[in-house]
């Protein structure tokens, strides 16, 4: 295991890059050390560990996370993965810790992005001709 430069951050066999300093507009890193508790709590998550594991890095790395210490871009993405929770929330508060659950669109529509997906190249290309054809006339 490599340590992080100017961090005691640890990842699996690599470097992470760009380590994050989160701070809420106050300045104070604390709060994503807050919602990190606030998200283990809800996940039922008692023991530091078995997180740390999965995620692969040192159980202290977790420790130093829940008091605001910064936290690289790989492993803030492996922690919201493992913890399937919202990257944005956990870094900066905004939203919700599962709003990454959220679709954008609704059902039927998400149904039709699927099936455009599985067409072929001129099959999409035929059917966005004819909806750009339609569009003047609705």
Avoid at 47 to 57: F, S
Avoid at 85 to 98: E, F, K, N, V
Wanted: proline share 4%; hydrophobic share 35%; net charge positive.
């Amino acid at each position: 295991m490599k340590t992080q430069e100017g961090s005691s951050e640890m990842t699996a066999g690599k470097v992470a890059p760009f380590p994050l300093a989160v701070t809420s507009p106050g300045g104070c890193s604390e709060s994503m050390g807050r919602r990190l508790d606030q998200a283990l709590l809800a996940r039922k998550v008692q023991k530091n560990y078995p997180l740390a594991l999965e995620i692969g890095v040192d159980e202290s790395c977790i420790s130093r996370w829940r008091r605001g210490s910064s936290i690289s871009t790989d492993n803030a993405i492996r922690l919201c993965r493992a913890l399937d929770i919202s990257l944005d929330w956990l870094l900066s508060g905004h939203g919700t810790m599962d709003q990454h659950r959220q679709r954008s669109v609704g059902d039927g529509e998400y149904a039709l992005i699927e099936r455009l997906r599985r067409l072929p190249e001129t099959a999409r290309h035929s059917l966005l001709s004819l909806l750009a054809f339609l569009e003047p006339h609705q």
